[in-house]
């Protein structure tokens, strides 16, 4: 089984990373050990922009991963950016081990709605689902209800499923190795 680190880069939603821990469990069949945290990261902060370079925050990461965790995922509350993007919900090392997410976004407060957390930790464990499968080498997926699907907002967010589609989920089959258990329990012939 895979064990993937989890770490919050400074002061992070608790309920927040218990959805992380939880997805990454049953959807990877993942051993999830929380680590840190980490420092806020300041030394990422642009500001002209007045975001955090999520391009930053993953070389630091990487510096700083566990070394007997074979992912290391990273969550924090800043609204982060690459470059070319005026944000973006996370960052990954395509096959890789490192992860950025980030909760700011993910928020029906930020774009001045009414708190929903329901709606809010559905969409942590999509983003979660996402990144950390960009670093079992998926990249983003035309399915548009897969969650690899690529999100340049929320609405796209929303309209994804929670799971990976059958392409995408041969695809991590073969990354991990073994077939995580929630895939395992939907796969038809089962006799428990
Ligand atoms: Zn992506
Ligand atoms: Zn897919």
Do not use: W
Request: proline content about 4%; charged content about 20%.
């Amino acid at each position: 089984m895979a064990l993937i680190a989890l770490a919050a880069a400074g002061v992070v939603d608790g309920e927040a990373l218990d959805a992380a821990e939880v997805c990454l469990a049953r959807g990877l069949g993942a051993t999830v050990h929380r680590v840190g945290p980490l420092d806020e990261p300041m030394y990422a902060f642009d500001c002209a922009r007045g975001q955090y370079s999520s391009t930053l925050m993953l070389r630091d990461a990487i510096a700083r991963r566990p070394t007997d965790a074979a992912k290391f995922l990273v969550v924090t509350e800043r609204d982060i950016f690459i470059p070319m993007l005026s944000f973006v919900f996370g960052q990954a090392q395509l096959g890789g081990a490192v992860a950025i997410l980030s909760l700011a976004r993910l928020r029906l407060e930020f774009y001045g709605l009414g708190p929903n957390r329901g709606l809010f930790l559905s969409r942590v464990r999509k983003e979660t689902l996402h990144e950390v499968g960009h670093t079992y080498g998926l990249t983003h997926c035309e399915d548009t209800g897969c969650t690899m699907a690529l999100s340049t907002g929320v609405r796209q967010l929303d309209v994804k499923g929670g799971g990976f589609c059958s392409g995408c989920a041969i695809l991590l089959r073969e990354a991990l190795g073994y077939v995580p258990p929630e895939e395992a329990s939907n796969l038809p012939g089962g006799t428990t």
